[in-house]
C-alpha cells in the first residue's frame, strides 16, 4: 500500500464521514452535545485542503497520516479532535519514511494509534467509547495476518470487528467523555466515536482494495 492509497483512505473518510454527518451528530445527541457530526466533517474537509495546498505535498504514507493528525488536532473541536489527531499521528510516526507499506506495517501502525489514544484518554474497552471500536479492530487484524490472510480478507477483519465494536457499545455505559454524566441512561444508545471510527475504518479497507 503506497502513497496514494493513503490519500485515497483519507478522501474516503472525509467523504464517509460528510455522507454520515447528520447520522453521527444525532447519535451524539442522544448521549452528548449534537456536535460530533459536525467536527468530524468540517475537519475533515480542513485535512483534505491541507493535504493539496501543501507546498510539498506529503509524499508517503506516514507524512500523510501525520498531516491528516496534525489537522485534526489543530482543527476539531471536543474530545475527538485530539483523540483522532493523536491516532492518526501516532499511526503516521509508526509508519516512519517507508514509501510501501505491508500488512504487518500497517498492524502495528494501527496498534499505535490504539495505544496513543488510550494514553490520551485513558479509556478502557467495554467504557463505550472509539476504543470499543478501534481495540476489536485492530485485534482482529493482527489475527488475520497472524492467520496468514490475504489483504483483502484481513481488511475485511479490520473493518468487520470495528463495526461489530461499535455495535456493541450499544449496551454498555458510558464511563469516559461527556455521555458519561447520563450514568445508566447512556445505555441503549451507540456510541458515535466508536461509529466514526468504524466508518473511517471502513474506508481504509475500502481505498486498499480499490488499490488492487
Ligand atoms: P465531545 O464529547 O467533546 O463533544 P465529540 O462529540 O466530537 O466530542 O466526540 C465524542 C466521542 O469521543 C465519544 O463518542 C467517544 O467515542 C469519544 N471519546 C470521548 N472521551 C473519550 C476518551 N476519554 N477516550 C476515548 N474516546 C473518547
Ligand atoms: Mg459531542
Same mark, same amino acid.
Given at each position: 500500500?503506497?502513497?496514494?492509497?493513503?490519500?485515497?483512505?483519507?478522501?474516503?473518510?472525509?467523504?464517509?464521514?460528510?455522507?454520515?454527518?447528520?447520522?453521527?451528530?444525532?447519535?451524539?445527541?442522544?448521549?452528548?452535545?449534537?456536535?460530533?457530526?459536525?467536527?468530524?466533517?468540517?475537519?475533515?474537509?480542513?485535512?483534505?485542503?491541507?493535504?493539496?495546498?501543501?507546498?510539498?505535498?506529503?509524499?508517503?504514507?506516514?507524512?500523510?497520516?501525520?498531516?491528516?493528525?496534525?489537522?485534526?488536532?489543530?482543527?476539531?473541536?471536543?474530545?475527538?479532535?485530539?483523540?483522532?489527531?493523536?491516532?492518526?499521528?501516532?499511526? =503516521?510516526? *509508526?509508519?516512519? $519514511? !517507508?514509501? /510501501?507499506?505491508?500488512?504487518? %506495517?500497517?498492524? &502495528?501502525?494501527?496498534? +499505535?494509534?490504539?495505544?496513543?489514544?488510550?494514553?490520551?484518554?485513558?479509556?478502557?474497552?467495554?467504557?463505550?467509547?472509539?476504543?470499543?471500536?478501534?481495540?476489536?479492530?485492530?485485534?482482529?487484524?493482527?489475527?488475520?495476518?497472524?492467520? =496468514?490472510? *490475504?489483504?483483502? $480478507? !484481513?481488511? /475485511?477483519?479490520?473493518?468487520? %470487528?470495528?463495526? &461489530?465494536?461499535?455495535? +456493541?457499545?450499544?449496551?454498555?455505559?458510558?464511563?469516559?467523555?461527556?455521555?458519561?454524566?447520563?450514568?445508566?441512561?447512556?445505555?441503549?444508545?451507540?456510541?458515535?466515536?466508536?461509529?466514526?471510527?468504524?466508518?473511517?475504518?471502513?474506508?481504509?479497507?475500502?481505498?486498499?482494495? !480499490?488499490?488492487?
Amino acid at each position: 500500500m503506497d502513497a496514494a492509497v493513503f490519500r485515497a483512505w483519507i478522501t474516503s473518510a472525509a467523504e464517509v464521514i460528510e455522507a454520515n454527518r447528520d447520522h453521527l451528530t444525532q447519535l451524539d445527541a442522544a448521549i452528548g452535545d449534537a456536535d460530533h457530526g459536525i467536527n468530524l466533517a468540517r475537519g475533515f474537509t480542513v485535512v483534505l485542503g491541507a493535504l493539496d495546498a501543501a507546498p510539498k505535498a506529503p509524499a508517503t504514507p506516514g507524512a500523510i497520516l501525520t498531516m491528516t493528525g496534525n489537522t485534526l488536532i489543530s482543527k476539531v473541536g471536543g474530545a475527538s479532535g485530539p483523540l483522532y489527531g493523536m491516532a492518526f499521528r501516532r499511526a =503516521g510516526k *509508526s509508519l516512519g $519514511d !517507508a514509501a /510501501d507499506v505491508d500488512l504487518p %506495517a500497517l498492524s &502495528a501502525a494501527l496498534d +499505535a494509534a490504539l495505544a496513543g489514544v488510550q494514553q490520551l484518554g485513558a479509556a478502557r474497552e467495554g467504557d463505550k467509547t472509539m476504543v470499543d471500536a478501534l481495540a476489536a479492530a485492530t485485534r482482529a487484524f493482527s489475527k488475520a495476518i497472524a492467520e =496468514g490472510a *490475504s489483504q483483502d $480478507d !484481513a481488511l /475485511d477483519c479490520l473493518a468487520e %470487528a470495528a463495526e &461489530a465494536g461499535a455495535e +456493541a457499545t450499544i449496551s454498555m455505559q458510558a464511563l469516559k467523555g461527556r455521555a458519561s454524566y447520563l450514568g445508566p441512561r447512556s445505555v441503549g444508545h451507540e456510541d458515535p466515536g466508536a461509529v466514526s471510527t468504524a466508518l473511517i475504518l471502513s474506508s481504509l479497507r475500502d481505498a486498499a482494495r !480499490a488499490d488492487r
